[in-house]
């Protein structure tokens, strides 16, 4: 850990993992994301679970993040655009709503359900950090770092974790536990999180005892 004026500035993983100063940040993991993995989510289910499990264990908080989608009819301009590139349509008359509040593809899956004292925000953008209250809540917990897991990591989290930084906040990337439907994209953006230095990256292995404590 360094210090400059009175603060600290974590350098390691080790300085990062404090439940006081860190909160987990679960995203997207809905039935109607993980559908769209190769093996419908069951690998990022059971990844994310570790996690999740050892945050729990050592008293972190955790906050889940669900992707909404407006009903057609509410769409705007980027709304429908977004749209037809994931559905891979060519006209924004065949978009559907794959993501309509209460509808079954819009739930947080039951393996990792938040409990009564977590707290599950949800977005229309891809950063979790546009459009909810997750900064003011991190703010507020005196929370200066976070570690992330869940799905797109080339669709969602990559924006979030650099929205972050601008924020001046601390990702951490828990890299193994962050999937995709895109493996060269999901490359390319660890490649640039690499590049810049300003995100921790990590692996399950290495950052579940750090959480989970003694």
Do not use: N
């Not at 350098?11 to 993991?29: G, H, Q, R, S, W």
């Not at 909404?68 to 749209?83: D, E, F």
């Amino acid at each position: 850990m360094h210090r400059r004026s009175g603060l600290d500035i974590p350098e390691t993983l080790e300085d990062t993992c404090d439940p006081a100063t860190m909160a987990v940040i679960v995203y997207d993991m809905q039935a109607g994301v993980l559908r769209q993995l190769p093996d419908g989510g069951a690998g990022a289910v059971e990844r994310v679970s570790r996690v999740l499990t050892a945050a729990r264990a050592g008293g972190y908080p955790v906050f889940f993040t669900r992707h909404m989608s407006l009903p057609v009819r509410l769409m705007g301009r980027t709304q429908l655009r977004t749209a037809m590139a994931w559905q891979r349509v060519d006209d924004p008359e065949k978009v559907q709503s794959w993501f309509l509040r209460d509808s079954p593809g819009f739930e947080i899956v039951a393996d990792l359900s938040a409990r009564g004292d977590e707290v599950v925000f949800d977005k229309l953008a891809m950063s979790a950090f546009a459009g909810t209250p997750l900064e003011m809540a991190l703010r507020d917990l005196g929370i200066r770092a976070f570690a992330i897991a869940g799905v797109a990591l080339e669709i969602g989290i990559a924006p979030t974790v650099w929205h972050a930084v601008d924020l001046g906040l601390i990702p951490v990337v828990v890299t193994d536990a962050c999937d995709g439907r895109d493996r060269p994209a999901m490359q390319r953006v660890l490649d640039d999180f690499r590049f810049s230095g300003e995100a921790l990256l990590t692996d399950i292995a290495t950052i579940t005892p750090l959480l989970a404590g003694p």
